[in-house]
């Protein structure tokens, strides 16, 4: 069984939601491209982090949130007006954020196990 709480959630609205609700903990966001009905992404960085991302949940400290959020399409990724680029300031889809920390990691270093699990290490 886990040590640790995960959600899954979908927009900016839903992940700021969980954040809100969460508050105190260790929070840790991860923004990925949604998946079509067969679970194929759109976004290749995404599908080559993932299993890295997962395996090292494995590190991350006892008692913290784990939010995965699906960005949306494309299309909408690409648009400089999303809400996730105004108002998280991210700079790529493919993001893992820590909170607390304001540490983040963006795109290929995302496929980095000893990067992912350094950023999941408690503080």
């Given at each position: 069984m886990?040590?640790?709480e995960e959600v899954r959630v979908s927009g900016y609205g839903d992940s700021c939601q969980m954040v809100e609700q969460h508050r105190g903990k260790t929070i840790f966001a991860y923004f990925t491209g949604d998946k079509d009905t067969e679970g194929r992404s759109?976004?290749?960085d995404c599908t080559e982090?993932?299993?890295v991302v997962l395996e090292a949940l494995k590190?991350?400290?006892e008692d913290a949130m784990f939010i995965h959020c699906k960005v949306g399409d494309q299309?909408?990724?690409k648009d400089l007006n999303n809400e996730f680029k105004k108002k998280l300031n991210l700079t790529s889809l493919l993001?893992?954020?820590k909170y607390r920390m304001?540490?983040?990691m963006v795109e290929s270093e995302c496929v980095k196990?000893?990067?992912?699990?350094?950023l999941f290490e408690d503080d």
């Open positions: 886990a040590h640790y759109w976004c290749p982090a993932e299993p590190h991350i400290p299309p909408y990724r993001t893992l954020l304001l540490q983040n196990a000893s990067l992912v699990e350094m």
